[in-house]
């Protein structure tokens, strides 16, 4: 099963690669990058934890019902993983057990998208709304607080009437005390990239907790996991800094290029997780933040494919092994929380994803993706939709600038046919305003 997971991702860089014609990338070759022995157990100073066993698999769960399931939904915890930089396509070079187990053991959405940057997709998470709406559309860098999420934002901390705790990377605003302000019971990471405020990287970072601050000298995917396991929070939200630069080998490694150096990232973040999960009995929601970086072969920033396709899955009491051809988004965590705790979600452009879960047909048609800048502005504004069977680029307003067949990831030249153009004039009706 586990083979033929990685085998899926393998199959699918082809025919979902959605690139322009002439784009002139060079693609990864799995073989080559896997066959360097660039994962050696040896080479860590502890042997890695043994897969967890996750109570709340497959095993005794197929004839659980629907309603049982809700209602373990609302008593189970909840962890969210976030995953940086990492791209759908990520996963097939990397020796990630971890992941596999809970892909192989729960729902995992081939058809899932985020935003083409960071801090567009964490905020899409946090709200349940686009970014032409929180007025994020690209990343928030150091000297722009003003462009931070606004406070009238209700979060998903917010809505929730229980304690929710985030650990690690923030990115959506920078004064110490922004995810306390938004209704986080605590938090304790680093809010932007590690290299930020004079930073050194994975071994030595600007740290806060709760509002305070100071420097960390630890290795952060570490750092961060030890502090998620103190939680006793109902829900907890880990956001993971790997894959993003700066790219420095994890423990026991040295040397290797930056493909191979991301790689081990990615594994030793994957051993992280298990160690997290290790006692945990509940239900994890896992994803990837934007493509991957182009040296993984993604296409970050980019509103093509292997900008905006990340890895997604859902794992849990009750939910049985699937994979899902399913049209779903970042920005529907949000509701899909909401209803698992019970709680009525607002948020007009967040889709719950619940019924997927239960085996039942999603709810969503299409699904959407953007970038702009500078926040809080309109300009160069880049929107994607897209359905089972076609994708559309719109920009600048009113123009196409290209349609794409999903079922093979050909794209399509005009002038269109009928059918096509029919499909084409659907899609730009449906486009969230």
Known sequence: MLNALKNTFLLSLGALALTVPSSGQIPLQPDNLRSGGFYSDAQF???????????????????????AVLEMMEDYPITVIILDDIGHE??????TP????????????????????????????????????TGIGSNIKPEQEINGLG??????????????????????GLRPNSPNVQGFAHYSGCRLNL???????????????????????AYATTDTTDDALLSTAG??????HGAHTPIQNPPGFTGGTSQQIAIRIAEHMDREIGRLLADYEGYVILFGDNGSVASMGGQKYSLMEKGI??????????????????????????????????????????????????????????????????NHTLQNHHRVIRDQNLKVYVYPPGNILGVWNMHDGKYIFPPYDELVAANIRKLIRQLPR
């Open 45 to 67: 100073s502890n042997a890695p934890p043994s897969l967890p066993t996750f109570p709340g698999s497959k095993q005794g769960s197929l004839e659980t019902g629907e309603s």
């Open 90 to 95: 990520f996963l097939a070079v990397a020796y």
């Open 98 to 133: 971890v992941i596999d187990k809970l892909a192989s053991d729960g729902v995992w959405f081939r058809q899932a998208w985020a935003y083409p940057m960071c801090s567009p997709s964490r905020a899409a998470l946090m709200t349940g709304r686009h970014g032409f709406r």
């Open 151 to 172: 406070l009238s934002e209700i979060t998903i901390a917010e809505l929730l009437p229980e304690p929710v705790e985030l650990f690690g990377k923030w990115h959506l």
């Open 195 to 217: 290299d930020y405020g004079g930073g050194m990287g994975y071994y030595r970072f600007l740290k806060t907790v709760n509002g305070g601050e100071g420097w960390r000298e």
């Open 235 to 240: 829900i907890r939200i880990v956001s993971y």
């Open 309 to 374: 396709r990340v890895p997604f899955l859902v794992h849990g009491p009750g939910i049985n092994p699937a994979v899902s051809k399913d049209l779903v988004s970042v920005v529907d965590i949000f509701a899909t929380l909401a209803e698992m705790r019970g709680v009525t979600s607002h948020a007009e452009d967040s889709v719950s994803f619940v019924p997927v879960l239960l085996g039942l047909p999603g709810e969503r048609e299409t699904i959407y993706s953007e970038k702009f800048k500078p």
